[in-house]
């Protein structure tokens, strides 16, 4: 049997008395294992499904590991770390390379190789385990998050076992760390959110975040926080941390004391109960109001501490200013892009994060994140209404391009820099299929992420001014994007500026988003009143991610997440409203431009008329289409589909989600729920910045947890909130089968997505369940969190799904707009 040979790096006696063994490996093995994974639900994972099904042998050296797409085996070979401990592979053939751009330990690889290293330890304890790179890991059979942009705060908690313990990386620059320690908890300072001290503000109660491990094999609670700045002691309460776990927390820092620019020492302690449990510092700095500086603010999207970073305006802020929200390329962070631009004298430049410097590509929660930012900033600079404009760089380019398809109203004039406007175009073929593929599944899933396609959504920029910026040498994201959006524009759009800098890479300084005529035509626009526009043309693919432009509302669809457009003619002087619309079964609108008792004639799609009575000067109307006619109707149920809850199964990620995991099974399937729930946790926090409460079924309940989104782990017979919240679904599974409508399959390894709605309000509940432990297993993969995924409103699956991709896929589709199945938004092999 193949055995690793460790390095004792460092024994040492920290300033809290505990001792430390920080141990890396010498030896490994590695395969090719033909993974693929991408910005798609579908993925295939040949040492993930033999995992899940019980059949992968102990790799040993030149041992056979299966079959190859070729056809021949694929054999397990030896490789050697470097002098850091770092392991490079490639292609499964234990070459040791520095010079394949595939194995940047900034980048993430197409995870076609797993790296296996053991370590046999001498009694059962617990460990932090730290692998910089890779995608995800398995230690002992237990998924993990990976380290993918090598960022190294990724410290998981772990049980070692006597004995061999076992670790496959998913990845082929890795550089794994074993830490053994005393201590029960601990505080990481390796990834700190925190705000800058800003001199001038009123606000001098100050909100950071950091990462607790716990690696006891207990829950922790009783939890605070004491922190000291400057003499000021501030304490808070913390949330309940579960056993071998990690998650970020929110402190809080009293300023008061601080009255001069520079940075200060932060004390922090961790405390449970009354006794200090780990204590740290950190360094926070102060800076003049006139500076660029990070403020903090809690998201709602799931409770955590996120921020974002301002330029403030030049001499101050001036009332009727302007508000510019700039987007950062990935691996940027938002204070770094803040500081590429000089202040401006005519406004404020607002920059967010993503959640992270590479976040979500701008969608999805990164989409989020930057409506909440914008939110903040306009309620806090109170810009001019008609003065907003949005601007990004690389990928925040791309995110220019899709914020401005997606919320045509909310700006004046947009400027991607360096930018591609698809993720789907960009880098790979992910989320794209040929028309000709008969794999109706496939096509189903992928239709869910038709609101990233953002070419088809070109016609959306008709209202705004664009300026496009890149530079023709540029390397990195090749000036042929630009092009591809000149010449799309050039069809069609009367006011687009494009400008390609001459020998300019893909950053040529500050210059690259600071660039003066940018802003000059920004200066030239602004965004109409409501009042004043008259005409509509809005296209949208779900009205979940955005429904509304102006005065018209698309508030449900006939066929889920397919592309509906609204094209609308306003005349006020004959009281009449004319248009078309495409793939839109419930319409609303705005009359408010209209007077109290005005008859108002609208005429839709060419079908009889609708004369309307206004009742008041602010009145609205909702149109349903039914039996080829439109009819005015009161409302809809409380309980269908609507903007903000009509899927798909992601939007379940959101309204400070809870996780609820099922304790009712056997010990094997509580494990499962338990790990799976963990592994999300992690990965939530790792690509989103993020944290979440994990709780028991026995814990939950719904007055307790009223008002926030619940994600469910587990089946109706190991999970007792499955009954509380799910007994009118039409999916249902237990430990023998999956049920879906009129459809069930049988067996013990079957796994599921899905989202149901809650009773009489606007959340959701998401379902990860499974019929035995090797359907649990298939569903580890949380492909959920990539940006830009399409992923449908449930997705029912076997065990072969690592092995067969969408071959491996029972039935995929959306429910229709009552929340039921139905055949015509369904897919089956």
């Known amino acids: 049997m193949f055995k690793t040979t460790l390095l004792l790096l460092a024994l040492f006696i920290a300033s809290t008395g505990f001792a430390q063994d920080t141990l890396k490996f010498e030896k490994a093995l590695t395969v090719a294992s033909g993974s693929r994974y991408g910005r798609e639900a579908i993925y295939t994972d040949a040492l993930a499904w033999q995992m899940a099904n019980g059949k992968l042998k102990v790799p040993e050296e030149n041992g056979e590991f299966g079959l190859g797409t070729n056809g021949k085996m694929v054999l397990w070979k030896p490789i050697i770390a470097d002098k850091n401990g770092r392991f490079r592979a490639f292609s499964g053939r234990g070459t040791q390379t520095t010079n394949n751009p595939f194995l940047n330990p900034g980048s993430v690889d197409r995870g076609s190789d797993y790296i296996y290293i053991t370590y046999t330890a001498p009694e059962a304890r617990t460990a932090i385990l730290n692998v910089v790179g890779g995608n995800s890991l398995f230690f002992n059979g237990i998924p993990h998050m990976g380290d993918p942009y090598a960022s190294g705060y990724m410290n998981i908690p772990v049980q070692l076992k006597k004995g061999m313990n076992q670790l496959f990386i998913r990845g082929a620059n890795v550089l794994p760390v074993l830490i053994l320690n005393?201590?029960?908890?601990?505080?990481?300072?390796?990834?700190?959110?925190?705000?800058?001290?800003?001199?001038?503000?009123?606000?001098?109660?100050?909100?950071?975040?950091?990462?607790?491990?716990?690696?006891?094999?207990?829950?922790?609670?009783?939890?605070?926080?004491?922190?000291?700045?400057?003499?000021?002691?501030?304490?808070?309460?913390?949330?309940?941390?579960?056993?071998?776990?990690?998650?970020?927390?929110?402190?809080?820092?009293?300023?008061?004391?601080?009255?001069?620019?520079?940075?200060?020492?932060?004390?922090?302690?961790?405390?449970?109960?009354?006794?200090?449990?780990?204590?740290?510092?950190?360094?926070?700095?102060?800076v003049e109001a006139s500076s660029s500086y990070k403020q903090t603010f809690v998201s709602q999207i799931d409770g955590s501490l996120q921020y974002f970073a301002v330029t403030p305006q030049?001499?101050?802020?001036?009332?009727?200013?302007?508000?510019?929200?700039?987007?950062?390329?990935?691996?940027?962070?938002?204070?770094?892009?803040?500081?590429?631009?000089?202040?401006?004298?005519?406004?404020?430049?607002?920059?967010?994060?993503?959640?992270?410097?590479?976040?979500?590509n701008w969608e999805d929660w990164g989409r989020q994140d930057a409506l909440e930012v914008l939110?903040?900033?306009?309620?806090?600079?109170?810009?001019?209404?008609?003065?907003?404009?949005?601007?990004?760089?690389?990928?925040?380019?791309?995110?220019?391009?899709?914020?401005?398809?997606?919320?045509?109203?909310?700006?004046?004039?947009?400027?991607?820099?360096?930018?591609?406007?698809?993720?789907?175009?960009?880098?790979?073929?992910?989320?794209?299929?040929?028309?000709?593929?008969?794999?109706?599944?496939?096509?189903?899933?992928?239709?869910?992420?038709?609101?990233?396609?953002?070419?088809?959504?070109?016609?959306?920029?008709?209202?705004?001014?664009?300026?496009?910026?890149?530079?023709d040498a540029d390397r990195v994201v090749p000036v042929s994007y630009a092009?591809?959006?000149?010449?799309?524009?050039?069809?069609?759009?009367?006011d687009f500026s494009y400008y390609e800098y001459p020998g300019g890479e893909h950053w040529f300084g500050d210059q690259s988003v600071d660039w003066p005529p940018l802003f000059?035509?920004?200066?030239?626009?602004?965004i109409a009143a409501d009042t004043a526009v008259n005409h509509i043309d809005f296209l949208t693919a779900s009205p979940g991610i955005s429904a509304t432009y102006r005065w018209a509302t698309i508030y449900q669809q006939e066929q889920p997440l397919k592309y509906s457009r609204i094209i609308l003619n306003r005349d006020k002087k004959q009281s009449l409203i004319t248009g078309t619309t495409e793939n839109v079964a419930v319409l609303k609108m705005a009359l408010n431009d209209f007077a109290s008792n005005q008859k108002v004639k609208i005429t839709l799609d060419s079908l009889p008329a609708i004369d309307y009575l206004t009742k008041?000067?602010?009145?609205?109307?909702?149109?349903?289409?039914?039996?080829?006619?439109?009819?005015?109707?009161?409302?809809?149920?409380?309980?269908?589909?609507?903007?903000?809850?009509?899927?798909?199964?992601?939007?379940?990620?959101?309204?400070?989600?809870?996780f609820v995991v099922g304790t009712k099974g056997t010990d094997e399937a509580n494990m499962e729920n338990s790990d799976k729930a963990k592994y999300d946790a992690e990965s939530w926090y790792y690509r989103g910045n993020g944290a979440v409460d994990i709780i028991t079924d026995k814990a939950y309940s719904p007055a307790k947890y009223k008002g926030r989104n619940i994600i469910l782990f587990g089946n109706a017979d190991n999970n007792s909130a499955w009954h509380k919240l799910l007994n009118d679904c039409p999916i249902q599974v237990t430990n023998t089968q999956i049920t879906a409508g009129n459809n069930s399959w049988k067996g013990d390894d079957l796994g599921a997505y899905f989202i149901w709605p809650q009773k009489n309000t606007h959340l959701l509940i998401g379902v990860v369940a499974s019929t035995g432990l090797s359907g649990m297993k298939s569903a580890y993969a949380n492909q959920y969190f990539a940006g830009g995924s399409g992923f449908s409103d449930y997705m029912i699956f076997s065990s072969d799904l690592p092995k067969e991709g969408a071959n491996g896929i029972k039935m995929a589709g959306f429910y229709n707009n009552q929340w039921k199945l139905n055949e015509t938004n369904a897919a089956k092999p």
Request: proline share 4%; hydrophobic share 40%; no cysteine.
């Open 616 to 658: 008041t000067a602010m009145d609205t109307i909702l149109l349903e289409k039914r039996d080829q006619s439109w009819k005015v109707i009161s409302s809809i149920s409380q309980e269908d589909k609507k903007p903000g809850r009509s899927g798909t199964f992601k939007e379940a990620f959101n309204h400070h989600m809870v």
């Open 314 to 360: 030049l001499g101050g802020w001036k009332a009727n200013s302007a508000l510019f929200l700039s987007v950062h390329g990935a691996g940027v962070e938002a204070i770094g892009q803040a500081k590429a631009y000089k202040s401006k004298d005519w406004g404020t430049v607002v920059a967010a994060t993503n959640r992270r410097p590479r976040g979500f």
């Open 520 to 526: 000059d035509f920004f200066k030239w626009h602004t």
């Open 375 to 471: 939110a903040l900033a306009k309620d806090q600079f109170k810009p001019a209404k008609q003065k907003i404009y949005l601007s990004g760089h690389s990928m925040g380019g791309h995110g220019t391009w899709f914020l401005g398809a997606t919320y045509p109203d909310q700006w004046a004039a947009i400027a991607p820099a360096a930018g591609y406007a698809s993720l789907k175009d960009y880098g790979s073929a992910d989320g794209k299929i040929p028309d000709s593929s008969k794999n109706v599944v496939e096509k189903m899933l992928l239709r869910a992420g038709n609101q990233s396609d953002v070419p088809k959504l070109v016609s959306n920029y008709k209202p705004l001014g664009v300026y496009i910026l890149h530079g």
């Open 182 to 286: 005393d201590k029960k908890v601990l505080i990481h300072t390796d990834d700190v959110t925190v705000p800058n001290m800003v001199i001038s503000q009123s606000d001098k109660i100050l909100k950071g975040a950091l990462t607790v491990t716990n690696t006891s094999l207990k829950d922790l609670e009783n939890l605070t926080f004491n922190t000291i700045l400057n003499g000021a002691v501030r304490k808070v309460a913390i949330p309940r941390i579960p056993k071998l776990s990690m998650r970020k927390v929110i402190f809080e820092f009293d300023t008061r004391g601080i009255i001069k620019p520079g940075n200060y020492n932060l004390a922090l302690q961790l405390l449970i109960g009354k006794d200090i449990a780990d204590q740290k510092g950190i360094v926070v700095e102060a």
């Open 483 to 494: 092009r591809q959006m000149r010449k799309l524009l050039g069809d069609f759009h009367r």
